[in-house]
């Protein structure tokens, strides 16, 4: 089995620690007469599917675009699958729920599209991100498995993350310094621009906080098509690089994975923060939560995880905790326990190449079961100001245990035995990602344009 090993660089900066972080990153346009897009419009949460027709309705898979290429092409879905039943963790394998048979797992036709996210710079739009890591604008979609038996639709608990990148030098491995096809994308962007447009004309309004996007509404195979149409115009000159997976060997645990393109191959990445480990595992019920424990360094020298969040072997958690005593900084001096959940959802601290899977999907959940309010950390990202980013309609709700196992931080949790419909959910950190974005695409892209 192939690795890539070695390709993700952590620190931030080098020499004494500083925090930009702490001062807002990027000021939105503000000239009425430049075009402006906001966090609904540059991140399409689809409505979970309640019926067959609905589920018609979704983009899938095997769908081609651009010059003709599926969404995700037959060679590159049958790889992930194949490392989804080789991957392990702990002695730990993926296993299909119940509900999922292996050939229905198996064909593209069952994977549909949740969720679409338009980022104008990954891993981040922080500028001393762009200056070490250059920026990768991008088109990534969440799919998940959605079946149809006897009229009732079912929306399975595992999903995949594809990232299209767009870029001078599609084949630019993540040691180099990306360079953006900025002419590219700002066609894309053109596009969103008019799609906003039509939407906003129809009586429906984007802005506010990222929900379910509002231009579905009442028949969301409208505005599914016109997002089609924006695909079939533009997905084709970009380049599918990264796809990451999350399984689960029902009721528990989640294992998740990443890849990386590789010539014509894509190979699992190990990071040296899961002590170069490739995969990761959460679990509620007995032993360790969450294996291996992250050493991230989303604090540049050292780093949080979500790990310290949960209860393990017998011990609650201790919010009051500190977890980090002092770094060469007055900024970072006993960062506690309740402080986690903002600093990983901060994405100018936390991101791809230095934070884990786990944490990055579980900091709303953790907030939540452990009463921390938003907005009361320090490190809160400072678009946010007083309120979060998050609207209430997708934020994880239900029980104890349905807020625990919803890991998804932008797609649609399953329904589950007492019969609970699927519905649509994201994060924090998606939401904070999202408002960076267009923070950043309204002023790298748009500020500076001529009338």
């Known amino acids: 089995m192939h690795r890539l090993r070695n390709v993700v660089v952590l620190a931030v900066a080098t020499g004494a620690v500083s925090v930009p972080w702490l001062r807002e990153p990027h000021a939105r346009a503000d000239d009425p007469a430049k075009p402006s897009l906001e966090i609904n419009d540059i991140s399409f949460l689809f409505p979970a599917p309640r019926t067959q027709e609905d589920v018609a309705a979704l983009i899938s898979s095997e769908e081609a675009f651009g010059q003709g290429t599926a969404l995700w092409p037959k060679e590159a879905f049958d790889r992930i699958i194949e490392l989804s039943k080789e991957v392990k963790v702990d002695g730990e394998r993926m296993q299909l729920p119940t509900a999922l048979s292996e050939d229905e797992f198996e064909e593209r036709t069952t994977w549909k599209v949740a969720g679409i996210r338009f980022d104008g710079s990954a891993p981040g739009s922080h500028q001393p991100v762009v200056d070490k890591f250059g920026s990768r604008p991008q088109i990534r979609f969440v799919l ?177 905790r500190v977890v980090v005593s002092a770094i060469d900084s007055p900024d970072m001096v006993d960062i506690k326990a309740r402080d986690i959940p903002a600093i990983v959802a901060n994405p100018a601290m936390s991101f791809v190449v230095n934070t884990d899977c786990v944490s990055c999907h579980t900091e709303t959940a953790r907030r939540l079961r452990l009463n921390l309010q938003y907005g009361a950390s320090r490190f809160e990202f400072p678009l946010g100001k007083a309120t979060s980013n998050l609207d209430a309609s997708v934020t994880p709700n239900g029980t104890e245990r349905q807020i625990d196992w919803n890991l998804r931080n932008f797609g649609w949790f399953p329904m589950k035995s007492d019969g609970r419909q699927p519905f649509a959910t994201a994060t924090h950190r998606t939401a904070n990602e999202a408002a960076e974005s267009a923070a950043f695409i309204n002023q790298h892209y748009f500020q500076g344009e001529e009338e």
């Open 144 to 320: 998940q498995p959605v079946t149809v038996e006897d009229g009732e639709v079912r929306v399975h608990d595992i999903a995949a993350h594809l990232a299209y990148d767009f870029l001078l030098n599609p084949d630019q491995v993540l040691t180099q310094k990306a360079e953006p096809d900025e002419g590219a994308f700002r066609a894309i962007l053109g596009d969103l621009v008019s799609l906003k447009k039509q939407v906003n004309e129809s009586g429906t309004a984007t802005d506010g906080k990222l929900r379910v996007h509002p231009g579905f509404g009442s028949d969301p195979s409208k505005l599914t098509n016109k997002v089609r149409e924006l695909l079939t115009s533009h997905l084709g000159g970009g380049k599918l690089n990264a796809i990451s997976f999350m399984g689960i060997d029902a009721p528990e645990p989640w294992i998740f994975f990443a890849t990386r393109r590789a010539g014509d191959d894509y190979a699992l990445l190990n990071f040296p923060f899961l002590g170069g480990g490739d995969a990761q595992l959460i679990k509620f019920i007995g032993g360790h939560p969450v294996v291996p424990k992250p050493s991230n360094l989303n604090l540049v020298t050292t780093g949080v995880s979500t790990a310290d969040l949960f209860r393990s072997l017998g011990q609650e958690p201790n919010p009051d």
